[in-house]
C-alpha cells in the first residue's frame, strides 16, 4: 500500500491531539550516480550560494526545498557524509563555502587563505586545528581550541561517524512533506522536535516493537551523519542533538533536538501513535500544548 507522506504527517499531528502543535519535518531523497533526477528537483538546484546539510534541512522544514550536489553544499564534511565526494581528495572543493568562508574570515589571511580539503577532514586536522597547528582552519579565533582536543582524538571521533564512502551518490535532496512536485519516496525523515515529543515517539516504537531506540551521537556532524545517513545505512531511529554547526548556522534554538526515521519505519511510527493514543495521552503531558 503506498503512503502519502503529506497525509502520514498530517495523521501523525492529528493523533497526537493538540491543537496548532506543528513539528517541523524534513524528507531527504537520495540520487545515486546513474539516477535520474527529475527536473523539478533540479529546480531547486543553485550554485549562486552554498548551503550546508543543516541549513537545508531547517531550510526545507520551513517550505523551502533544497537539492545539494559536491558543487554547491556548503560543508565539506557533509559532502564526505552523503557520499558526493571521496573523503581521500586532496585538493579543495572550491574557494567559498559556508563553513570554510567562516574560517577565511577569522584567519585573517584573505587571499591567501587556502580551503581545507576532504583529507584534511579525514585526517583529523580541521577538529583538531590547535593540535595540528592549523589556526586557518579555527571557526572562533586564534582562542579556539578545535573541536577535539587532539588529531588522534579527532580521528577516533571520525571513525565512528557514519558515511557513504566511497561515493556513491550525485544529489541529495530536502523537501517538506507537503512537496509533490513529483513521485517517489524519501529514504529519511528527519524532525526536529522537543523532549516531550521524542517521549512520545519512543512510547509509540515501543509499543508495536518492544524494541528500544539506541542513540548514537557525536559532537560534530549531527544532521548529515547521525540524522540522516546513519539511519540511512542501518535502516534504524537514531536520535541526536545537534552540533556547533547546525546551532551556530543553521540556528536551531536550545530545546530542540533531531530524531531520523528510515522511511518505512516513520510509516509504522505514525500508525503507532495511532494505535497508542488512548495509552500514551500526549495532549495531558505538561508542556505538550506550549
Not at 550546508?52 to 523551502?64: N, R, V
Not at 579565533?141 to 579527532?154: E, L, M, N, P, Q
Not at 517538506?176 to 512536485?181: K, L, S
Request: proline share 6%; charged share 20%; with cysteine.
Amino acid at each position: 500500500m503506498a503512503f502519502r507522506l503529506k497525509d502520514l504527517y498530517r495523521d501523525l499531528i492529528t493523533a497526537l491531539d493538540v491543537d496548532g502543535l506543528e513539528i517541523p519535518t524534513t524528507a531527504v531523497k537520495f540520487f545515486k550516480n546513474g539516477d535520474i533526477i527529475p527536473e523539478c528537483v533540479w529546480d531547486y538546484y543553485s550554485t549562486d550560494i552554498s548551503i550546508t546539510s543543516c541549513q537545508a534541512t531547517k531550510q526545507s522544514s520551513l517550505g523551502d526545498a533544497v537539492c545539494l550536489t559536491r558543487d554547491n553544499i556548503g560543508c565539506i564534511a557533509a559532502a564526505i557524509t552523503f557520499g558526493l565526494v571521496d573523503q581521500n581528495e586532496n585538493e579543495p572543493l572550491g574557494d567559498s563555502r559556508v563553513y570554510t568562508d567562516i574560517m577565511k574570515k577569522q584567519s585573517n589571511l584573505g587571499e591567501n587563505f587556502n580551503p581545507p580539503t576532504p583529507r584534511d577532514f579525514t585526517e583529523g586536522i580541521v577538529y583538531a586545528c590547535r593540535d595540528s597547528g592549523r589556526n586557518d582552519f579555527c571557526l572562533f579565533g586564534s582562542a579556539d581550541v578545535g573541536r577535539f582536543k587532539t588529531r588522534a582524538i579527532a580521528k577516533k571521533a571520525i571513525q565512528g561517524m557514519a558515511a557513504i564512502q566511497p561515493p556513491v551518490m550525485k544529489a541529495v535532496f530536502f523537501y517538506t512533506p507537503d512537496w509533490d512536485e513529483a513521485e517517489f519516496q524519501p529514504d529519511v525523515i528527519v524532525m526536529s522536535v522537543r523532549p516531550v515529543e521524542l517521549a512520545r515517539f519512543v512510547q509509540a516504537f515501543q509499543f508495536n516493537t518492544g524494541e528500544r531506540i539506541e542513540a548514537s551521537m557525536g559532537a560534530v556532524r549531527a544532521v548529515n551523519s547521525d540524522l540522516i545517513v546513519r539511519p540511512y545505512l542501518s535502516q534504524k531511529i537514531n536520535v541526536s542533538t545537534y552540533c556547533v554547526g547546525a546551532r551556530l548556522i543553521a540556528e536551531f534554538g536550545p530545546n530542540r533536538m533531531g530524531i531520523g526515521i528510515p522511511y518505512p519505519l516513520f510509516i509504522d511510527l505514525v500508525h503507532s501513535i495511532e494505535e497508542s493514543q488512548t495509552g500514551y495521552p500526549f495532549h495531558l503531558y505538561p508542556g505538550a500544548a506550549e
